[in-house]
């Protein structure tokens, strides 16, 4: 069983859509949830992060984390072309200094405008 | 932006050939790693780094071998390159979050290695 799941798309919608990417996982150990995004041919960059359950808001950017059924979701208000990237989840647990990550197969999104 | 720096970005080699990529961060950071990504799969670690004379492999097993000589150079080499070793690396560093969090990946922008 992977650590991590993600559908990996991909998911097209207009500009201005809310968009809604998802991740399961399957390690009761994690605590720290992140979501880093890749644009085409770059390395990926750490978007946002949330630690244990709990919401975190950072602009258009809603990380929620669902303990009880480890359950990852990160929303995107007001879309943009801008956006159009791949999403990848990202967990590890607290006792993990190595800053080892496991990461999701990435969700590819594309909004157009 | 991240300073990490990966090179080459694109190399296309026969089999057997020996390859080394390189990449260097300007950050201080002592934690570096190696990531092995192939399109539409996860990010898999292959190597990584706590400092300056410790290397250890990661949970994807790999042929290649890594060095760490300075804390800013961290260089991924392939005695003898396979078809099988087409992919894409990508090498980051970390550091901290606030408080006792794992730390943020700071990746460079990956080597895309073609053997054919």
């Known amino acids: 069983q992977k650590e991590v799941e993600q559908d990996p798309g991909p998911l097209s919608v207009p500009e201005g859509a809310i968009v809604s990417l998802n991740c399961t996982y399957s390690?009761?150990?994690?605590?720290?949830f992140m979501w880093y995004r890749q644009y085409s041919r770059k390395g990926p960059e750490l978007l946002m992060y949330?630690?244990?359950?709990g919401n975190k808001e950072d602009g258009r950017f809603t990380a929620q984390v669902d303990k009880s059924s480890k359950y990852i979701s990160l929303f995107i208000r007001d879309s943009q072309p801008s956006d159009s990237a791949t999403y990848l989840c990202?967990?590890?647990?607290?006792?993990?200094?190595?800053?080892?990550?496991?990461f999701g197969r990435g969700t590819q999104l594309t909004v157009w405008p | 932006e991240a300073d990490i720096y990966q090179t080459p970005r694109y190399l296309v080699i026969g089999t057997g050939k020996k390859i080394t990529l390189e990449c260097s961060q300007t950050m201080g950071h002592d934690k570096m790693y190696w990531y092995q990504q192939d399109p539409g799969m996860e990010l898999h670690l292959i190597h990584y780094s706590y400092g300056v004379n410790s290397t250890e492999k990661g949970d994807l097993s790999s042929e290649s071998t890594v060095s760490r000589i300075r804390t800013e150079h961290f260089p991924l080499t392939l005695e003898s390159a396979r078809p099988s070793h087409t992919s894409q690396y990508l090498c980051a560093s970390s550091d901290l979050l606030a408080g006792d969090g794992p730390g943020e990946l700071f990746f460079g922008e990956g080597s895309r290695l073609t053997v054919l």
């Open positions: 990202a967990n590890t647990d607290r006792g993990s200094t190595l800053g080892r990550l496991y």
């Open positions: 390690n009761s150990a994690f605590q720290y």
């Open positions: 949330t630690y244990s359950s």
